[in-house]
């Protein structure tokens, strides 16, 4: 599991290394499966403000929502800039 996380965080980072501090972005996160769920996402915020741990909450929020949610669907993070 720690390796999971690991992976994730380093690959929301490696999306976000070209953006400023100051810079705005939101997030969706969607189940590109189970195509019924809506998706839910972070508001717009500064970069510096979206920490692991939005994100991290975020997933959770997925999980939880989707009644039929599988460990094995593709859950789909969108960043807008």
Known sequence: ????????????EY??????DSDMIGVTISNE??????AIGIS???KDQITGDV???KFEKVAQSNARFNALDTLVMTSIL
């Open 1 to 12: 599991m720690s390796h999971f996380l690991a992976s994730v965080t380093e690959l929301f």
């Open 15 to 20: 999306a976000l290394r070209d953006l400023e």
């Open 33 to 38: 499966v189970n195509v019924k769920d809506r």
């Open 44 to 46: 717009f915020r500064r």
């Open 55 to 57: 994100i991290w909450s």
